[in-house]
């Protein structure tokens, strides 16, 4: 079996304006920048999610798209968007509810990419592997290996490759 790809991210910096609930919360021009900017490394590393599994917030929606731009405009061709799904655990729930979200995806997926929320994300990163520890910031990406079928994986199972965090 192929190694797949992991990509934990974490959505890119969020305005907080006043009266707006924390799931309506936007990006700011920085948020959308970076998460372009996010797009363009991914496809330079060539880690194009085939599942995407994102928080229904407004600023990790916002995240994706962003993505999936920079990744449009460095690949220069068109090539097939990723299903999404868009998941509140990923909104409210944990490290574990990340990894158990991961178990339940379909083995034809190399590459699956959830878009998240600190802390579940960072703490997602460290169970996969112990020796990453360390929080994501803002706009940053953790891209773990795995070799093995989506049901199996689990704490101590995914490697970190390396980890990225987009400034525009």
Known sequence: ???RRILLVRHAKADRPEGVGDVDRP???RGHADAGAIGAWL???????D????SPSKR???TWHGIALGLADAAGEQAPAPEVDYRDEVYDGEGTDLIDLIQGVDDV???VMIIGHNPS???ASELFDPASAGDLRTSGVAAHAYA???DECGPGTAPLLETHTARG
């Open 121 to 123: 994300v960072s703490e």
């Open 60 to 62: 990790t929606r916002q």
């Open 43 to 49: 496809a330079h590393r060539d880690y194009r999610p």
């Open 51 to 54: 599942l995407v599994i994102c």
């Open 27 to 29: 990006l700011t021009a």
């Open 1 to 3: 079996m192929s190694e």
């Open 148 to 150: 093995g079928e989506w």
């Open 109 to 111: 997926v190399n590459t």
